[in-house]
T-cell receptor, first 114, second 111 residues
């Protein structure tokens, strides 16, 4: 298996633009997580899905952020409009049994909003 | 109080040293515990799970104290390749579906 695949790896955008991050989880994994990592706040869970259904989105910072999982092999995280404070590394991860098993992370998307 | 708190670090040790990291968690009903390792500009990867009886994997030993809500990681005979950020990870209620990460502790092993 190729592991969790994220795209793009790097994204530089101007403030106010829409940004869409993409993730393909490992086949057979029922859980998908979106994390954001900054120096100040570390790794923060934004949202997670179980069997394509959002379970906990309490970490989503505000209405500018939205996430979808239309099928078991694809998820998106969208920021609209983007702001400089959204600059961070965004990781997608997947696991077989949620928090009781190993989570496999993608290589991350490094987002810079100028 | 943060859900998971770790030693602030950073730790800077010579090769061959023994180093220990500590972590506390706030929710006593948390079920699963892990240590992840993250290399610079890379994604986190599982280092080892932490069991109530304690567990060892080569030079690495993890301990869990549920009464004190405390987790530890001991690295013996440190290698240069152990330089990384070590993340304490907890699986809290209510759904136990997610993993909550500590801020991480930076370890640098020098020659």
């Amino acid at each position: 298996d190729a592991g969790v695949i994220q795209s793009p790896r790097h994204e530089v955008t101007e403030m106010g633009q829409e940004v869409t991050l993409r993730c393909k989880p490992i086949s057979g994994h029922d859980y998908l997580f979106w994390y954001r990592q900054t120096m100040m706040r570390g790794l923060e869970l934004l949202i997670y899905f179980n069997n394509n259904v959002p379970i906990d989105d309490s970490g989503m910072p505000e209405d500018r952020f939205s996430a979808k999982m239309p099928n078991a092999s694809f998820s998106t995280l969208k920021i609209q409009p983007s702001e400089p404070r959204d600059s961070a590394v965004y990781f997608c991860a997947s696991s077989q049994q949620g928090g009781n098993t190993e989570a496999f992370f993608g290589q991350g998307t490094r987002l810079t909003v100028v | 109080r943060k859900e998971v708190e770790q030693d602030p670090g950073p730790f800077n040790v010579p090769e061959g040293a023994t180093v220990a990291f500590n972590c506390t968690y706030s929710n006593s009903a948390s079920q699963s515990f892990f240590w992840y390792r993250q290399d610079c500009r890379k994604e986190p990867k599982l280092l080892m799970s932490v069991y109530s009886s304690g567990n060892e994997d080569g030079r690495f030993t993890a301990q869990l104290n549920r009464a004190s809500q405390y987790i530890s990681l001991l690295i013996r005979d440190s290698k240069l390749s152990d330089s990384a950020t070590y993340l304490c990870v907890v699986n809290p209620p209510p759904s136990y579906g997610k993993l909550t990460f500590g801020q991480g502790t930076i370890l640098t092993v020098h020659p």
